[in-house]
């Protein structure tokens, strides 16, 4: 019981931060504080700071810094929310998982470059971890694609390119949607993270022949596969 209120805490703060990002009460670059600042704000646990700020990293909005002066700040959200409302939401049928797919994969290695250029040791850490978790739920298809999606959010919050990060992040959202509601899973899982393990090893090493070969070798084959689509990179 206690877990659940943690979590309609989490979500109610959430929402609050996204309206304000979203609704341009916030602007792209602001600092909304740090999580003890929050945490006084709402006058909550950290536990329920720390959801609602993982909730909105997930999702694009948020972004933390390191060191003085950092802290939590808004993403350029206002140019996601115009593009997401260029693309189908989670209701509309009018663009298959087929059609986001090339679109994905042509954005992709642009932000495979941009993270590996721009990676800190920290970066590359939280990447790490993501792996780890992903490799502890293997057994569990839902949950390890969606700290796969987290995986891939913060390798696009890596990005300095503001519109590329944005474009990415919107499509992603959308794919992630398609494909949960379709439940379609790597058939091969232990590959799969493989594939992330050495993607995240060549971002870290830095742009380079690794880093080709490892976007190379990233696309979801398992997904063109499953939806009858075959093409791009082996």
Known sequence: MRADLTVSVAEMIARELESQITGGDVQPGDRLGTKED???RFRVSAASVNEATRLLMMRGLLVARPGPGGGLFATDAATRVRVQQLLPGQDQAAAPIQ???????????????????????????KLERLLTTMEEHLDQPATYMRHSWALHRHIANLCQNSLLRSLYLALLDCLEDSLERAGLWPEDGPEHLRRHRELVLAIDAGPGDRLEVAIARHQPDWILDQVGVRGGPP
């Open 38 to 40: 929050l945490r006084l």
């Open 99 to 125: 059609d986001y797919l090339p679109v994905r994969d042509a954005l992709e290695p642009l932000v495979c470059r941009e993270a590996a250029r721009y990676r800190r040791g920290d970066d590359v850490r």
